[in-house]
Each structure stands twice: as structure tokens, then as C-alpha cells.
């Protein structure tokens, strides 16, 4: 950077030198021509010192900076060559302005500025001095607070930086504009150096500037440049468990606004390392256990090393399968690269920030991704979830069921992935989907929504003699909130759609537990939110069991001959053809009803 930064002062220092000479053969406006010069000799000091400090300059400002001081020397040059014009006639007729006098001494004056505040923010002893702002600032302040930021990050002392670091989170949370100069500036980088090598206070700042700067895909694009995924995997396997969480923060911030960053990190194994996470103290290491026996409960393979915190799951006991086990199995932590050591002695908030941290990137990680869902299945994680799930603090908690949710999404389109996955006779799954269950059944509105959809999208998994999970989803339709009644109608239309083979079956079973009538209520006097995913439900039934007595009994006929007739429920051909084919179906088996709807 130093050749880089003397190649850019040597013009400026030839032209202030020009322009010094030109001063002393000036023949007219010797005296404004006298102050020129006394202006540029000293703007050249200070460009000399500038060369000579050229290891330690601020790239960045020092450009802004010289680009203005070069503009103004041109224009002194050139006023001040015409003030050496030889012969009387040129002499008589050069007019030059004493406003481009005053504009010029001005703009000297501001360079000589600029250039000391350059100086200044670049100094190794600045420390705490207060620096104020350089007349550059005038058109742009909060550049300059940037500039001064990150040239401490470049120069400062370890505290210094830690400082610098935090103003910097100030700055990037105000708006989005300060974090993209924060990067467009160059303060990646000495971010990036601080994370690795800081004190932990600097290595946290660090880390959650950098999770900050990452709000849009071009400067998430240049962190990746920089290597910040490799940065941030070496972090989460070295560093103080503080510190670690905060990365794993910023993982998921980098990966929820540029999704090309979940490859990215997944090829630097980082998924292991946030598992690893969520393991510790969560359940068994696979290396303390041997491989299980058909008697064996899952509360086996359940760890809790801290009993009054109540970590052991209350999970049901379910016969392990030996394939799951042999693979689990071969996912140690010794494989994982992370050692325990040390990990016991944080205290327990820390470690649960920690496991918080790792779910929430995990669940950022796994969206839309069938690799990472694949490496996070393969894992403990499944059960780490079950655990959590009904043991987490309260953001582990819903990191958790965020991270199943986007898991059980993928799996739902990867069938490959949903049959290894979320095997029925899986210990892992099994408990994962007790625990889901058990959310719905006690309507915790924090995890609820998400653990609804989870349930949907293993729609396909379940056996027909399942039922466990459409009980709770059915009473879910019964006068609550509508967001909540429409997510329920969704899920269950996952059970009873044309995809699922065993519809039949679970068209039968929302039957029984009494859907039908919930549903008309709900297409007849729900909100718009709710109605269409009413009717979608509604008609998946009646043409699946259009036999049914109860929706002869409840005149479901009517109803959606009803609904035929209502243009805003007919807008999605999808639901038009289906209301139709559903309704020829009833026509064979039922007569209309007297409800007279119109």
C-alpha cells in the first residue's frame, strides 16, 4: 500500500513546487501571488511528510484527499502563470478576478487542513485526542467519522481498535447507508484482523460489526472476497465461547442476505462446529456410549450434566434403530475438531447465547439448501432440537423450531432427503416430532407457527395409524387467531392433498375429530387470510370421503356450492378446478342441503 500511496502524493508535491516558482517570477498581483505561494509551501510540508509516512497512511482518505489538493494546485498553477506574463501590452491585459484570489487562497487553505487531519488520523500516537473533523467534512461529516473508525482499526493500539470497532457497530446501526461505506471505505479488512487477533472485548466488536455490515449481497460479496468465511470457521474452533457466539450471529446474518454464503461455509465444515454446539451438555457425547441395544430408550442417548438446570429431556422412550446409531455414531466430537475442554468452566448464560447463536445460524444455514440439510440430519442436531426444543432458553427455543422449520421445508421438495431424514422408526425424528407436537397441543404462540408448518412439511412421513399430530392441528381451527387457524388449514391440507398417498386415511381422521365443522365455519365466516386455505381443506376432504355422513350431515354440499359462487374464493384456478371436481364428487353421494345459501 505504500508505493501505492507515494505514487499517488508525487504529483501533487511537483505541483506545489511548480507553483512556487511560478509565485516568484510573478511580474503582476505579486502580493496575492506572495500569499499563494506561502499556502503552497507549507501544503508541500506536509505533502512530503505525508510521502514519508507513507507506510502508515489511510488509503481510502488519503485518495478523497489528494484528488481535491491536485485540483487545487492545477487551478493555482494556472492563475499564477498569467501573472508571469512578459511584455506591458500582456501585462495590461491579463484580468484576473480578486474573487478567484479569495476562492483559491480558500481552497489552499482547506488542502493544508486535510492534509494535517490525514497526518493526524494516520498517527500511531493520536490516541484519545480528539481530531474534529477537516474541511472535507463539510459536504459529507459522517465519511470522515468512518475514515477516522477505520484508520484507527489500521493503527491503533488493542484497546483503540476495540473502541474503534464498537464505534463502528454505532455507526452500521444508525442505517444501511453508514454500513455500506463502512465497507465501500475498507474497514473489512482491519475488522477481519481484529477478530483474529484482538483481546476478546475488540474480538466481539469485531465480529458483530462485521454480522452488522452484511445487509446487502455486495458486501457480503467482498467480506467472502476477504475470506471471511474461512476467518470466522477457524473462530468458532479457537476462540472463547463469548466470542463464538457472536460469530455465529454474524454467520447467519452473512447467510440470510446472500444465500451463496451457505455453500461457502458449509465446504469449510462449518455445520459440525455449530452442532458441536448444540450438543455439549445437551446429549451424550457418541464416544461415552456404546451402540444400542433394541431395548435401549432414547433417554440413552439423552445427556444432561447439569441435572438442576433441567436439561434431560422428557422425550418418550422409543426403540433405537442400530443404522442410526452406527451412523450417529461415526459423528463424534473428536471429529469435529472442537475440543469441551475449557467449554464447562463459561458460565451457563454464555453457554446458552452460545447454543442460541448456533441454532439461529444453523436455521439460516439450512434454508432452501438440501446439502446442509443433509449434513445437519446426518448429525446429532435432530435430537439436540428435541431437546431444546422443550428445554432451551426461550431464543434457543425459537431459533430451534426456526431451524426445523426451514429444515422439514427442504425435505418436504427432497424426497431423497426426507426418507433418510425422517425415517419413522428414527429415535431422533421420533422425539423431534413428540416435542413439535407437544408445542401445538399447549399453543405456545412464541414456537407455535413455526412448528406447525414443520409438522405439515412431514406431511408425507407419517403412517397412516399416525393421528397424534392432526388432533391438536384440528382444534387449532376452532375460533383462534386467524394466522394461526390458516397455518393450521395448511398443514393439514398437506395430510390430505392429492400428493400425500395416504390422504384417504387422513381425510378420514380430520373427519372424525371433527374438522368439517370448523371448516365451514371458517370459508363461511373466517377472515379473507383464512377462507381460501378453509376451502382448499375443505375440498380435499370432500372429494377424497365424499361418503362421509358428517359432511352429509353438515351439508358440506351447500357450502361449496356457496363458495363456487364467490369470485374473490375462485381467483386461483388451482382452487376453481378443485371446488368443482369436488363438488361432482359429493353430487354422487349427497343430496343439497335446505340451508338456502346464496
Known sequence: MADIVKQILAKPIQLADQVTQAADMATSFKQECAELKSKTERLAVLLRQAARASNDLYQRPTRRIIDDTEQAL??????????????????????????????????????????????????????????GLPPIAASEPILCFIWEHIAILYTGSVNDRSEAAASLISLAKDNHRNGKLIVEEGGVGPLLKLLKEGKLEGQENAAKAIGLLGRDTESVEHMVHLGVCSVFVKILKESPMKVQAVVAWAVSKLSAHYPKCQDLFHQHNIIRLLVSHLAFETVQE???????????????????????????????????????????????????????????????????????????????????????????????????????LEKGTEDTQYNSAMAVMEITAVAEKDSDLRKSAFKPNSPACKALVDQLVKIIEKEDLNLLIPCIRAIGNLARTFRATETRMISPLVKLLDEREAEISNEAATALAKFACNDNYLHMDHCKAIISMGGAKHLIQLVFLGEKIVQNSALLLLCYIALHVPDSDELAQSEVLSVLEWASKQAYLNQDEKVEALLQESKSRLELYQSRGSRGFH
Open 286 to 388: 457418541h464416544s461415552k456410549y456404546a451402540i444400542a441395544s433394541k431395548a435401549t430408550s432414547i433417554h440413552a442417548v439423552v445427556f444432561a450434566s447439569n441435572n438442576k438446570k433441567g436439561n434431560v429431556t422428557s422425550v418418550h422412550k422409543v426403540n433405537d434403530n442400530n443404522d442410526d446409531v452406527n451412523h450417529q455414531h461415526q459423528h463424534s466430537v473428536s471429529s469435529t475438531g472442537v475440543s469441551s475442554k475449557g467449554r464447562e468452566l463459561e458460565e451457563s448464560a454464555t453457554k446458552d447465547y452460545m447454543k442460541a447463536m448456533a441454532a439461529r445460524a444453523l436455521w439460516k444455514l439450512a434454508k432452501g439448501n438440501s446439502s446442509i440439510c443433509r449434513s445437519i440430519t446426518e448429525s446429532r442436531a435432530l435430537l439436540c432440537f428435541a431437546v431444546l
Open 74 to 131: 492545477e487551478m493555482a498553477i494556472s492563475i499564477v502563470s498569467k501573472c508571469c506574463a512578459q511584455g506591458l501590452i500582456q501585462r495590461v491585459f491579463t484580468i484576473i478576478p480578486s474573487a478567484s484570489f479569495r476562492n483559491l487562497s480558500s481552497q489552499l487553505e482547506n488542502s493544508i487542513g486535510n492534509v494535517s487531519w490525514l497526518l493526524r488520523v494516520s498517527s500511531t500516537e493520536s490516541g484519545d485526542e480528539y481530531l
